[in-house]
């Protein structure tokens, strides 16, 4: 059983938008940082958004300004916006919640950004 599951991959043309949703009935998401991953086929795995359990967000320059990670305590969801996407976008993307006592993956979703 995956104690961690994202949604909401898929194709979509540059330019557009795509939100990922990552959540788990056995996880509590707001009692540990969450991150969003994504790896594209010969390349290494590279983190893209991470946000803490006080809701600190950080992200690295390649995503900067066009992905918003968020968190949905009632939802207990951690959601990725990507805005504004380019074909380099194209990956599989992993959530990873982490805490002191787990550290768990989700199995990927194919986000392909494409004409």
């Known amino acids: 059983q995956a104690h961690l599951v994202e949604s909401g991959g898929g194709l979509v043309q540059p330019g557009g938008s795509l939100r990922l949703s990552c959540g788990g009935p056995?996880?509590?998401?707001?009692?540990?940082?969450t991150y969003w991953y994504r790896q594209a086929p010969g390349k290494q795995r590279e983190l893209v958004a991470a946000?803490?359990?006080?809701?600190?967000?950080d992200y690295p320059n390649s995503v900067q300004g066009r992905f918003s990670v968020s968190r949905d305590d009632a939802r207990n969801t951690v959601n990725l916006q990507m805005d504004r996407l380019k074909p380099e976008d194209t990956a599989v993307y992993y959530c990873?919640?982490?805490?002191?006592?787990?550290?768990?993956w989700g199995p990927g979703t194919q986000v392909t950004v494409s004409w």
């Open positions: 056995e996880i509590d998401l707001s009692s540990c940082s």
């Open positions: 946000i803490g359990s006080s809701g600190r967000t």
């Open positions: 990873r919640a982490r805490s002191e006592i787990f550290d768990e």
